[in-house]
């Protein structure tokens, strides 16, 4: 059973950095495609950035240049390093994990940015 668990989200002002972290159980974690999400409320989830198992990354056009997705395969862990950091930025976070056609989610972890 593949399992998802985030960590590292928290209250962080304007400017600031944080670095959330994604670790996987139960998969074949260097084989998968996998990515960040985040949904604001009253807003749909959307993409944040995604690594392919060889290590291709894309990001939105929202946080590219200043969020930074990352694999440890040893640690079978996903990062996302969020530098200057925007109150528009604020949302609950989902990694998410592709194996087997499959789409796996973690509970989430929520960031939020004071203005």
């Known amino acids: 059973q593949v399992q998802l668990v985030e960590s590292g989200g928290g209250l962080v002002q304007a400017g600031g950095s944080l670095r959330l972290s994604c670790a996987a159980s139960?998969?074949?974690?260097?084989?998968?495609?996998m990515g960040w999400y985040r949904q604001a409320p009253g807003k749909q989830r959307e993409l944040v950035a995604s690594?392919?198992?060889?290590?291709?990354?894309n990001y939105a056009g929202s946080v590219k240049g200043r969020f930074t997705i990352s694999r440890d395969n040893a640690k079978n862990t996903l990062y996302l390093e969020m530098n200057n950091l925007k109150p528009e930025d604020t949302a609950a976070y989902y990694c998410?994990?592709?194996?087997?056609?499959?789409?796996?989610w973690g509970q989430g972890t929520q960031v939020t940015v004071s203005s």
């Open positions: 690594i392919t198992s060889s290590g291709t990354r």
């Open positions: 139960g998969s074949t974690f260097s084989r998968n495609a």
């Open positions: 998410n994990l592709l194996q087997d056609n499959i789409l796996y």
